[in-house]
């Protein structure tokens, strides 16, 4: 563990014990010990417990020395483990309400018996609590506040929702004459499928003008924090931004360092100390010498020059990692070997396959669909409306299926549009992995989408086994969203994805990358190693809307994230190549 997050322990410690009302003098020991840390330097902390000798330091004695080696050595602490084991978790959640600290919430624990938010918000409406000393009716007021500020607002936001507040702000900055460089960097720009907040860099000479635009901007609701090149605001929806303005030469260094993430931050860092040199955000300088890596960096002797991410990643003897793969899962190791793949693209997908229309629970008619599909450029769409037992999304009969498909196949005929529809379906997987149609009526389609739509609550072995029966039967194209979750908003079904992949590989089945921004399920990190395997990949925007075409974008992200290249994702085949795919899976 690095003395950081040590630090982190052992102030976590100084909260759990005032939580439980120890001795003040006890807190404090943990408060200054964190504090000698966080003055300390790495390889010193490892010396001085290298040579028993961190009780000497200012701060901390014996005991402390003790927990320190335990951490430092082994990454664990019984003690905080135990602590931690000791006190109710909804207490903790309490301290992130702005205002409530270990004493207050002890004081509500022990005097009203409120052990969670839900507990303190009742108390809050039964005026309990501004009846207590120390608290009084203002500062209920406040904690109410501050508990429905933290649900509208200490949320994360889906990718999707995050980049249509992101792409307006970044064409304004680019808009500016003081700006001369703009990017959105963060997990919006490494395509992650939630985000914690916006980041915002840009390269002006000019500062004040920039800051102002920034924080007038007509969804800002609030700004949180201004400077001089840096400013924070929070929009309408709770979704929060930063920007940050640095000088034009030191831009591809902070890009890189905001884009992140954090792991890979660390391992490139470490690349470049092994090398003699430092990497920060200012900056690749020699680690040697006089001054700060900041200092370092201003003096142009010493900085390695950078016009693009490339000159960054290129002295350091890397290829170009693109910002969806850094996340330290070795993309690092593949830039060095020249290994990395090229990443399937927005524009190599000539269409997708599972989408709804009118019939069942979409928005559109199919000509609609197919028009939009048309304008979009697509060679092909495959409609895939609801199976007859989701009632509730006004599932389709066989005599509706039927009529769907001959209605398709006069639009094909008569060439209508330029976009080619398959016929396919959504058929629900039953409870007991059975299909929702006969088989001659699977038959009678282009191919087959399988879905799980209820009996979700099924447990993990026979939601895999009702899984893989579906993805044996010989009429199955391919599996929808594998574990049905939705993005904040809803868990996962247990499942087995591991023995899902191997029985969809065996039985040359495809599983789709749901791009449905509340979906993105199969998730990006299971797909590198499943397509290394030999799995193939749909991008299905699972469109309910013309609109909902352009989903396939963040399934796109997610696919680059789970380094697939166009080669696995049948999206990216012609028109040609995908009737053969369906016509050998027959
Ligand atoms: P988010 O906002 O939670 O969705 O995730 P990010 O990745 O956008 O994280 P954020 O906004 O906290 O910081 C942006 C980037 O800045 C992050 O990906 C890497 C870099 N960064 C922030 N804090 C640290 C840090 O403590 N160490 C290192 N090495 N990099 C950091
Ligand atoms: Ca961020
Ligand atoms: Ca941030
Ligand atoms: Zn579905």
Redesign the pocket.
Known sequence: MTKNEIADRLNEIGVLLELKGENPFKIRAYQSGARALEAMEEDELARLIAAEELDSVKGIGAALAQKITELHTTGKLEFLEKLRASIEPGLVELLDIPGMGPKKVRALHDKLGVTDIAGLTKACEENRVAELDGFGAKSQEKILAGIKHREAYGK?HLWWEANEVAQPILAGLRGLPQVERAEA????R?G?E????L?FLVAAAEHAPVVEWFVTQPGVHEVTAQGETKASVRFTGGLQA?LRIVPADQFVFALH??????DH??AM?QRALARGLSLSEWGLVPAEGEGTAKEKAENKALRTPAETEADLFKALGLHFIPPELRENLGDIEAAEQGALPELVRLSDLRGAFHNHTNASDGRNTLVEMTAAADELGWEFLGIADHSKSSFQANGLSEERLAAQVAAIQKYNAARKFRTHVFTGVECDILSDGRLDYADDVLASLDYVVVSVHNAMTQDEATMTKRIIRAIEHPHVTMLGHLTGRLLLRREAYAVNAAKVIEAAIANRVIIELNASPWRLDMDWRLWSKAADKGLMCAINPDAHETDGLRHVAAGVNSARKGWLTKESVLNCRDLAGVRRWFAERK
């Open positions: 994360r960097a963060g997990s919006l490494r992650m939630t985000i914690g907040d980041d930063d360092h905001f884009t992140g993430s954090k931050n660390v860092r």
